[in-house]
């Protein structure tokens, strides 16, 4: 009956002390888990840029954008927004941004700040035109500068797509889209060794035009894609080089390519009217009938996106005869 007793006893203790291993596992386990999800949950990237250095958290869920090329972007790698820049024209292949799903955070000049705190988004994309108020948003939420530098199109284009990349888990979709812009870089920029002609760029407004040539806001045409300026020599600024249709006449260029600002900020399209003019008719571009009217959203509204850069690259190759 004693060893019966003892038998027992012994092995309630062993059970009882196994138990207690167990629960003290499982919490370390719970502890853990709790520390790695934590941690999952904190995690940020480093974003080193001029106007300030931030950092953003991984996969932030409430985005806020000011840029439409970032949001051509973030549209294509199927990444939601909270709230987009409402108060002017958003392009048409972005229209689905004008519904109310989406907050208004004012225009691409002027952010609605109390909008922005209301949202409290975990970051916010900006370009050249919200870089006077950088330090305003800042206060509000981590903001990232995704401009384009024009001097340097491509490079710059390419580090903003691999922080988009870097941010939201997407490396492996912007590398695909990379290598697939290059590739049609590629293809043009053989096409254009083997023609023989010179290009002008233009934008028509009201009743003017200025003229941009080689590392300007649309000198992506000469630096990248290839097409030679029948001008090396215009002054490189974002509102371009007041020209006169004199200037056209005298440069005669082969090919003559028109943005329309007028269209591109919504009112009636203008650009054909004002510069198909008795001086223009004078130049090889038109009596070629080698004038394209660019599409002004991806130029005008939209560069420096996964989608407006490859329409870019489309509308050039098309010209190429």
Same mark, same amino acid.
């Given at each position: 009956m004693k060893k019966t007793l003892f038998f027992l006893f012994a092995s309630l203790l062993v059970l009882t002390l196994a138990a207690c291993g167990s629960n003290s596992d499982d919490k370390e386990s719970s502890n853990s888990k709790g520390a790695d999800s934590k941690e999952a949950e904190a995690e940020t990237i480093e974003i080193k840029q001029e106007l300030g250095d931030t950092e953003v958290p991984? !996969?932030?869920?409430?985005?806020?954008v000011f840029d439409f090329g970032v949001l051509d972007s973030l549209d294509k790698l199927g990444i939601e927004v909270a709230g987009v820049a409402k108060g002017g024209v958003i392009p048409s292949y972005l229209e689905k941004y004008e519904s109310d799903d989406y907050e208004n955070v004012g225009s691409l000049k002027e952010p609605d700040f109390e909008k922005i705190a209301?949202?409290?988004?975990? #970051?916010?994309?900006?370009?050249?035109?919200?870089?006077?108020?950088?330090?305003?948003?800042? $206060?509000?939420?981590?903001t990232v500068f995704l401009g384009v530098d024009t001097t340097n199109y491509m490079e710059s284009f390419k580090a903003n797509m691999n922080t988009l990349g870097e941010i939201f888990d997407k490396q492996s979709e912007i590398e695909e889209e990379l290598a697939a812009i290059d590739s049609s870089i590629e293809e043009l920029n053989k096409k254009a060794q083997d023609m023989d002609q010179k290009a002008l760029i233009t934008l028509a407004n009201d009743d003017k035009i200025s003229a941009y040539g080689p590392k300007s806001r649309f000198g992506i045409i000469h630096d990248v894609f290839g097409v030679p300026a #029948?001008? $090396? %020599?215009?002054?490189?600024? &974002?509102?371009?080089? !007041?020209?006169?249709?004199?200037? #056209?006449?005298e440069q005669d260029p082969d090919l003559l390519y028109v943005i329309d600002r007028s269209a591109a900020i919504g009112e009636e399209p203008a650009?054909? %009217?004002? #510069?198909? !003019?008795?001086?223009?008719?004078? &130049?090889?571009?038109?009596? %070629?009938?080698?004038?394209?009217?660019l599409d002004p959203e991806f130029w005008y509204l939209s560069g420096g996106g996964l989608v407006s850069v490859q329409e870019m690259i489309k509308e050039i190759d098309a010209t190429l005869k």
């Amino acid at each position: 009956m004693k060893k019966t007793l003892f038998f027992l006893f012994a092995s309630l203790l062993v059970l009882t002390l196994a138990a207690c291993g167990s629960n003290s596992d499982d919490k370390e386990s719970s502890n853990s888990k709790g520390a790695d999800s934590k941690e999952a949950e904190a995690e940020t990237i480093e974003i080193k840029q001029e106007l300030g250095d931030t950092e953003v958290p991984k !996969n932030p869920e409430k985005v806020v954008v000011f840029d439409f090329g970032v949001l051509d972007s973030l549209d294509k790698l199927g990444i939601e927004v909270a709230g987009v820049a409402k108060g002017g024209v958003i392009p048409s292949y972005l229209e689905k941004y004008e519904s109310d799903d989406y907050e208004n955070v004012g225009s691409l000049k002027e952010p609605d700040f109390e909008k922005i705190a209301e949202i409290d988004p975990d #970051v916010i994309f900006i370009s050249g035109r919200q870089s006077a108020v950088y330090d305003q948003l800042a $206060e509000l939420a981590p903001t990232v500068f995704l401009g384009v530098d024009t001097t340097n199109y491509m490079e710059s284009f390419k580090a903003n797509m691999n922080t988009l990349g870097e941010i939201f888990d997407k490396q492996s979709e912007i590398e695909e889209e990379l290598a697939a812009i290059d590739s049609s870089i590629e293809e043009l920029n053989k096409k254009a060794q083997d023609m023989d002609q010179k290009a002008l760029i233009t934008l028509a407004n009201d009743d003017k035009i200025s003229a941009y040539g080689p590392k300007s806001r649309f000198g992506i045409i000469h630096d990248v894609f290839g097409v030679p300026a #029948v001008d $090396e %020599n215009i002054e490189a600024s &974002t509102h371009g080089m !007041n020209v006169s249709f004199e200037y #056209v006449m005298e440069q005669d260029p082969d090919l003559l390519y028109v943005i329309d600002r007028s269209a591109a900020i919504g009112e009636e399209p203008a650009a054909k %009217n004002i #510069v198909e !003019n008795d001086l223009v008719k004078e &130049t090889k571009a038109f009596k %070629n009938d080698n004038i394209a009217y660019l599409d002004p959203e991806f130029w005008y509204l939209s560069g420096g996106g996964l989608v407006s850069v490859q329409e870019m690259i489309k509308e050039i190759d098309a010209t190429l005869k």
